[in-house]
């Protein structure tokens, strides 16, 4: 069974950090990109950034500095550090997998995990 499992969120001060990590099993990653992604209360979905299979990353500009995403093939997880969260940082935050590209298309999502920080 294909599965992706986010963890790490949780209810933080503007200023904290975290580390959210994406857990994957069903498959190995090692043949996949995999992006990260947040939805805010009441908005669309946002590319946060993606890393490639060969390490390299992407990351959509309103996230270039304080966002840093990674991958560690041998534990097929992927991670996304948090820095110097903000309140309006507060969103779902999902990780997903794909075959083709470092932008897209997803051929596997997971749930997400809530990130909420508090003004």
């Known amino acids: 069974q294909i599965r992706l499992v986010e963890s790490g969120g949780g209810s933080v001060r503007p200023g904290d950090s975290l580390r959210l990590t994406c857990v994957v099993s069903g498959f190995d990653i090692n043949g996949y990109q995999m992006g990260w992604f947040r939805q805010r209360p009441g908005e669309v979905r946002e590319y946060v950034g993606g890393v490639a299979r060969n390490g390299g990353t992407v990351y959509g500009t309103p996230f270039k500095g304080r966002f840093t995403i990674s991958r560690d093939n041998a534990k097929n997880s992927a991670y996304l550090q948090l820095n110097n969260l903000k309140p309006e940082d507060t969103a779902v935050y999902r990780c997903?997998?794909?075959?083709?590209?470092?932008?897209?298309?997803?051929?596997?999502w997971g749930q997400g995990t809530q990130v909420t920080v508090f003004a």
């Open positions: 997903a997998a794909g075959s083709i590209a470092i932008e897209g298309p997803w051929d596997y």
